[in-house]
């Protein structure tokens, strides 16, 4: 059986949001208040307890999606490279993602 490759925004959010699960305040963790992976030290005007699943489809389509232009990503990468957009920040994911494919220079044109 092969497996399915996510493709879309709306494919891949909803197992992120799966997987980020929901409302945790612990204390010991350095995001703080967080809400489906969003995380009160990195958003503090958002409401965050309150957060919807739709607010946070929002704010990682504009955030991670969109400002890393995901849509221009190989269909068979576009899972990973979101998943490292949210999970190792701005810089890593396109270190990784450029030795992935092998094209040094040429993925952020």
Not at 47 to 66: C, F, M, P, Q, S
Request: net charge negative; proline share 3%.
């Amino acid at each position: 059986m092969k497996d399915t490759v996510l493709t879309t925004f709306d494919e891949i959010i909803d197992l992120t949001l799966e997987h980020e699960g929901g409302y945790v305040h612990d204390p010991k963790d350095l995001g703080g208040e967080t809400n489906f992976g969003i995380a009160k030290r990195f958003y503090p005007d958002v409401d965050i307890k309150n957060l919807t699943k739709e607010g946070a489809k929002e704010i990682y389509r504009k955030d991670y999606w969109d400002k890393n232009k995901v849509d221009n990503v190989p269909d068979e990468l576009k899972h990973f490279f979101f998943d490292c957009c949210v999970n190792q920040g701005s810089k890593y994911h396109m270190t990784l993602l450029k030795m992935v494919l092998g094209m040094i220079g040429t993925v952020n044109k």
